[in-house]
């Protein structure tokens, strides 16, 4: 009867508390913990979150690597270097003659395998002669292959096709292609896993040279980097590096370096082929692909394989991650007790990825930062869970609503809340994305505190002309600025009013640089991209907060614009579809190019006020005419181009369109 009584009076006690927080708090706590959660789990999805959890994981990696005191034995690098290039007076494509004599030498020290990461994509001179040397090679070689499908950057079909060729050619001799992909992280261009091996792919390079067990064949986990335990000072390099020259000229003097060990060929020239790695933001040390390709190998011949943590296990640990912040909270500990409370945890949620790093455990999907995020999402949730959120949120929503979106769109949406409904829908939007030039550079030279109130400045500064124009913020991603026209409010002239604020951006962000202090380093501008096209906007947060924001390839092309001025030495990029729907004549033409990631030609169009709208014309008349064919007229914009050197976009543009031909684009670098 008393463990009744006692256990009636437990539950008297919730539910005496369930109404004391109230059905809206108790949703909106019971909210924050399922954000918590999804951010304990999922921190390396999570955008601003994935970019710490990178560098958690470098900083694990670089102090729980796998170090040696020797040079691995078993692998020797033969390299063309800058000496090399000097010395045959040919820099590309590299010179097969010399690869040819190499391998003959190297073919006669008895290698256990031989690997090339070089493209043969395209014809020399000295082609046979290699061919005759694979021919007759008596040690297993395996030779870089790219596929288009897989490594558009690295090959184009045409260029595959001669590969392809090229080995058939090399037949009966020992040769086998191999892959060469690597892929490095989107986000950061870091190489920190072993790519996937597609099945149409042939084996990775280090696969294929030391066929490894099963366990290993599709092995896409962390690369473990087998790094020198001396000083930088005293460090000794992790593999053997010969000049090819030396090993074709002086065969006898490297015998004892390559007799019985895996000989991997490429290039060590600078600026070519470099990839960051987990220790480059400690070094500063940038690694070549070759390397990379060693390291492989060398984990592969170690079996030096991490070990992957359970999908379940990531779950179990989000939850205490969450549930060690609730209970915190829940406590309402004071003073010392709290204090001790947050040490151990911090002990304990801190040390665990370093100490699982250090037991040879795949820590590469461990969210480190995502545990404490998670945490501090459930201590803030549990802990102003009592407190009155009524007529608080609504003010909240209210200067949120002022601060993102245009003062007259922010009353309609207050007395119709129904228009940021959690759905979305298609709409034609006007998308705009811009980025300050030589701010990473800028955040490095400067205290965080100056920085700070720089970046807020500038983010004032671009938000009041994005609202003073009627446009919707979408998002700040570091120094850019996300923003669109023509959603959840759309109107005639959102082409006038996007075009206008994308010039007055541009303007507003050269203003703040000329004012930014004469103790701050020179600050680049601003660029602009703004393309008109369909995307799902809508409010994807949640029931607890106001997250209204625009999805798909219209916000994709516009950020692919912004970034596009760089090439294109221009200021702003109005791609041909949002111009056409605008009443301005400010336009001066770009010609057509294919942006960064895209296939599809894109006409692209500049804004430019200060211009002599009769010269703004002429160039849009003289740019027509030669697109259809009349090259007279591209000798007319050389002149004038001639007569306005300074304008390095114009200069630009009568050169792409000049190598495009009439009716033709220019195809643009990476991102």
Same mark, same amino acid.
């Given at each position: 009867?008393?463990?009744?009584?006692?256990?009636?009076?437990?539950?008297?006690?919730?539910?005496?508390?369930?109404?004391?927080?109230?059905?809206?708090?108790?949703?909106?706590?019971?909210?924050?913990?399922?954000?918590?959660?999804?951010?304990?789990?999922?921190?390396?999805? !999570?955008?601003?979150?994935?970019d710490?959890?990178?560098?958690?994981?470098?900083?694990?990696?670089?102090?729980?690597?796998?170090?040696?005191?020797?040079?691995?034995?078993?692998?020797?690098?033969?390299?063309?270097?800058?000496?090399?290039?000097?010395?045959?007076?040919?820099?590309?494509?590299?010179?097969?003659?010399?690869?040819?004599?190499?391998? %003959?030498? +190297?073919?006669?020290?008895?290698?256990?395998?031989?690997?090339?990461?070089i493209l +043969?994509?395209?014809?020399?001179?000295?082609?046979?002669?290699?061919?005759?040397t694979?021919?007759?090679?008596?040690?297993?070689?395996?030779?870089a #292959?790219?596929?288009?499908?897989?490594?558009?950057?690295?090959?184009?079909?045409?260029?595959?096709?001669?590969?392809?060729?090229?080995?058939?050619?090399?037949?009966?001799?020992? $040769?086998?292609?191999?892959?060469?992909?690597?892929?490095?992280?989107? %986000?950061?261009?870091?190489?920190?896993?072993?790519p996937?091996?597609?099945?149409?792919?042939?084996?990775?390079?280090?696969?294929?040279? %030391?066929?490894?067990?099963?366990?290993?064949?599709?092995?896409?986990?962390?690369?473990?980097?087998?790094?020198?335990?001396?000083?930088?000072?005293?460090? !000794?390099?992790?593999?053997?590096?010969?000049?090819?020259?030396?090993?074709?000229?002086?065969?006898?003097?490297?015998?004892?370096?390559?007799?019985?060990?895996?000989?991997?060929?490429?290039?060590?020239?600078?600026?070519?082929? @470099?990839?960051?790695?987990?220790?480059?933001?400690?070094?500063?040390?940038?690694?070549?692909?070759?390397?990379?390709?060693?390291?492989v190998?060398?984990?592969?011949?170690?079996? /030096?394989?991490? %070990?992957?943590?359970?999908?379940?296990?990531?779950?179990?640990?989000?939850?205490?991650?969450?549930?060690?912040?609730?209970?915190?909270?829940?406590?309402?500990?004071?003073?010392?007790?709290?204090?001790?409370?947050?040490?151990?945890?911090?002990?304990?949620?801190?040390?665990?990825?370093?100490?699982?790093?250090?037991?040879?455990?795949?820590?590469?999907?461990?969210?480190?930062?995502?545990?404490?995020?998670?945490?501090l999402? *459930? #201590?803030?949730? $549990?802990?102003?869970?009592?407190?009155?959120?009524?007529?608080?949120?609504?003010?909240?929503?209210?200067?949120?609503?002022?601060?993102?979106?245009?003062?007259?769109v922010?009353?309609?949406?207050?007395? &119709?809340?129904?228009?940021?409904?959690?759905?979305?829908?298609?709409?034609?939007?006007?998308?705009?994305?811009?980025?300050?030039?030589?701010?990473?550079?800028?955040?490095?030279?400067?205290?965080?505190?100056?920085?700070?109130?720089?970046?807020? /400045?500038?983010?004032?500064?671009?938000?009041?002309?994005?609202?003073?124009?009627?446009?919707?913020?979408?998002?700040?991603?570091?120094?850019?600025?996300?923003?669109?026209?023509?959603?959840?409010?759309?109107?005639?002239?959102?082409?006038?009013?996007?075009?206008?604020?994308?010039?007055?951006?541009?303007?507003?962000?050269?203003?703040? *640089?000329?004012?930014?202090?004469?103790?701050?380093?020179?600050?680049?501008?601003?660029?602009?991209?703004?393309?008109?096209?369909?995307? $799902?906007?809508?409010?994807?947060?949640?029931?607890?907060?106001?997250?209204?924001?625009?999805?798909? &390839?219209?916000?994709?092309?516009?950020?692919?614009?912004?970034?596009?001025n760089?090439?294109?030495?221009?200021?702003?990029?109005?791609?041909?579809?949002?111009?056409?729907?605008?009443g301005?004549?400010?336009?001066?033409?770009?010609?057509?190019?294919?942006?960064?990631?895209?296939?599809?030609?894109?006409?692209?169009?500049?804004? $430019?006020?200060?211009?002599?709208?009769?010269?703004?014309?002429?160039l849009? @008349?003289?740019?027509?005419?030669?697109?259809?064919?009349?090259?007279?007229?591209?000798?007319?914009?050389?002149?004038?181009?001639?007569?306005?050197?300074?304008?390095?976009?114009?200069?630009?543009?009568?050169?792409?369109?000049?190598?495009?031909g009439?009716?033709?684009?220019?195809?643009?670098?990476?991102?």
């Amino acid at each position: 009867m008393a463990e009744q009584a006692n256990g009636g009076g437990w539950a008297e006690g919730l539910r005496r508390s369930v109404r004391q927080v109230g059905p809206a708090r108790l949703i909106g706590t019971l909210l924050f913990l399922m954000l918590g959660l999804y951010v304990a789990r999922f921190g390396w999805e !999570v955008p601003f979150a994935s970019d710490v959890e990178r560098a958690l994981y470098d900083l694990r990696f670089q102090t729980e690597a796998h170090r040696t005191l020797e040079q691995d034995d078993r692998i020797v690098l033969v390299t063309y270097n800058d000496e090399t290039l000097a010395q045959l007076g040919k820099r590309s494509p590299l010179d097969r003659a010399m690869l040819a004599r190499a391998l %003959a030498a +190297i073919d006669g020290m008895n290698p256990r395998a031989i690997g090339i990461d070089i493209l +043969i994509d395209q014809a020399q001179p000295e082609d046979p002669e290699l061919v005759a040397t694979l021919r007759q090679m008596r040690t297993p070689i395996y030779v870089a #292959f790219a596929s288009a499908a897989h490594n558009p950057d690295q090959i184009l079909p045409w260029q595959e096709e001669f590969l392809t060729n090229f080995l058939a050619q090399a037949q009966p001799g020992p $040769v086998r292609p191999a892959s060469i992909r690597l892929l490095p992280d989107l %986000a950061d261009g870091v190489i920190r896993r072993w790519p996937d091996q597609p099945a149409d792919l042939p084996p990775l390079l280090a696969n294929a040279m %030391a066929p490894p067990s099963s366990e290993f064949r599709s092995y896409t986990r962390a690369i473990d980097f087998r790094l020198p335990a001396t000083s930088e000072a005293d460090e !000794v390099p992790v593999f053997t590096n010969l000049p090819i020259q030396f090993v074709a000229e002086f065969p006898d003097g490297v015998r004892s370096a390559i007799e019985g060990r895996y000989v991997l060929i490429g290039g060590d020239i600078q600026d070519l082929d @470099d990839y960051e790695t987990p220790m480059t933001r400690f070094t500063g040390r940038w690694m070549k692909g070759l390397e990379v390709h060693a390291h492989v190998l060398s984990q592969l011949l170690d079996g /030096r394989m991490p %070990a992957a943590i359970p999908g379940w296990m990531l779950w179990v640990a989000a939850v205490v991650a969450v549930a060690a912040g609730a209970l915190t909270a829940f406590l309402e500990l004071r003073g010392w007790k709290l204090g001790l409370a947050l040490l151990v945890q911090l002990v304990f949620f801190g040390y665990l990825p370093f100490l699982l790093q250090g037991m040879a455990i795949d820590t590469i999907s461990l969210p480190a930062f995502g545990w404490g995020a998670g945490w501090l999402f *459930a #201590f803030v949730g $549990v802990g102003t869970a009592a407190r009155a959120v009524g007529s608080e949120q609504r003010r909240f929503a209210q200067s949120a609503l002022g601060k993102y979106l245009p003062p007259d769109v922010a009353s309609q949406i207050m007395r &119709d809340p129904s228009q940021l409904a959690l759905h979305g829908e298609k709409k034609q939007i006007y998308a705009l994305f811009t980025d300050l030039e030589g701010f990473t550079k800028l955040s490095h030279a400067i205290t965080p505190e100056r920085l700070s109130g720089l970046l807020n /400045r500038y983010l004032d500064l671009m938000s009041d002309i994005v609202l003073e124009h009627g446009g919707t913020i979408d998002k700040f991603v570091g120094d850019a600025v996300v923003a669109f026209w023509g959603a959840p409010i759309a109107r005639a002239d959102d082409a006038d009013r996007a075009a206008r604020a994308a010039i007055g951006m541009y303007e507003a962000g050269q203003e703040f *640089a000329r004012t930014a202090g004469d103790d701050i380093p020179p600050i680049g501008r601003t660029r602009v991209g703004l393309h008109l096209g369909e995307a $799902v906007v809508g409010n994807f947060g949640g029931e607890g907060r106001i997250q209204y924001t625009a999805l798909g &390839d219209a916000m994709n092309t516009a950020a692919r614009l912004e970034s596009a001025n760089k090439a294109l030495k221009t200021r702003i990029l109005v791609s041909r579809q949002a111009k056409e729907e605008t009443g301005l004549d400010l336009f001066r033409p770009m010609g057509r190019v294919v942006l960064s990631g895209r296939a599809t030609p894109i006409e692209v169009w500049e804004p $430019v006020p200060e211009m002599d709208s009769g010269l703004r014309t002429r160039l849009t @008349d003289l740019w027509q005419r030669f697109d259809g064919g009349d090259t007279e007229a591209l000798a007319q914009l050389e002149a004038i181009a001639a007569g306005h050197k300074e304008d390095a976009a114009m200069q630009e543009f009568v050169y792409r369109i000049g190598e495009a031909g009439p009716g033709g684009h220019f195809v643009l670098g990476s991102k």
